[in-house]
């Protein structure tokens, strides 16, 4: 069975810093990995995927994350941060060649940039 | 294109009641997800529909069945309503094995 790891409840940075919310994984043979985000009352968005190729994904928004599969880690990054990144972050994984596509999410982190 | 949408927004539920939830697609997706988001959680995966017929299922009891219909639009029941139960719903629909674009959720309440 695969699950995600986000040790961080809540992440918090200053306007204009570097975030990363860290993400790590567990799944039988090769992830399919997802970041979404969630605003309040909202459903889930969706940010960036990563399924082959460059371990650098960009994504929605100015955001990008790094896999790393000796870490199996899939860490979520922006190089500056606004206040309006403020959200609630997902990852989710699932096996690359499973049968259907669900989903397993992390907790999920609360990112507050304060101005 | 028109993206996934669910109805309704928000429902209260007394104890023992039976629910039904609605979700409409995105244009050409033949896929669609349930899952329930318990406050201060991530989602948990209920079940799936491919092209009609469920093809996955969480660690959901019975009491929570779906549907889905020839135009890929998809419901949601559960019965016997517990407490517990009171979450946001949510939907997602995709192509195939591709990722999954989510609604904005139900919100339910069960007193």
């Known amino acids: 069975a695969q699950s995600v790891a986000q040790p961080e409840d809540q992440v918090n940075v200053a306007e204009g810093n570097p975030l990363t919310v860290k993400c790590t994984y567990s799944v039988s043979g090769n992830p399919y990995l997802f970041w979404y985000v969630q605003y309040p009352n909202r459903g889930l968005q969706f940010l960036l995927k990563y399924i082959t190729g460059d371990n650098l994904v960009k994504g929605s928004y100015g955001f990008e994350a790094e896999f790393n599969k000796s870490q199996t880690s899939f860490h979520l990054k922006k190089p500056s941060a606004l206040v309006s990144d403020s959200a609630l972050y997902f990852c989710?994984?699932?096996?690359?060649?499973?049968?259907?596509?669900?989903?397993?999410f992390g907790k999920g982190t609360m990112l507050l940039v304060s101005p | 294109e028109t993206g996934v949408t669910q109805s309704p927004t928000h429902l209260i539920k007394t104890r023992g009641q039976q629910v039904t939830l609605r979700c409409s697609s995105q244009?050409?997706?033949?896929?669609v997800s349930w899952y329930q988001q318990a406050l201060g959680q991530g989602p948990q995966f209920i079940f799936q529909?491919?092209?009609?017929?469920?093809?996955g299922r969480g660690n959901f009891p019975p009491r929570f069945s779906g549907l889905q219909f020839p135009n890929y639009s998809s419901e949601l029941n559960v019965n016997a309503l517990e407490l517990d139960d009171s979450a946001l719903y949510l939907c997602?629909?995709?192509?195939?094995?591709?990722?999954?674009?989510f609604g904005p959720g139900t919100r339910l309440t069960v007193t």
């Open positions: 529909y491919y092209r009609e017929e469920e093809n």
């Open positions: 244009s050409g997706h033949n896929t």
């Open positions: 989710a994984v699932r096996p690359l060649n499973s049968g259907y596509s669900t989903l397993t």
């Open positions: 997602a629909s995709s192509l195939d094995q591709y990722e999954q674009y």
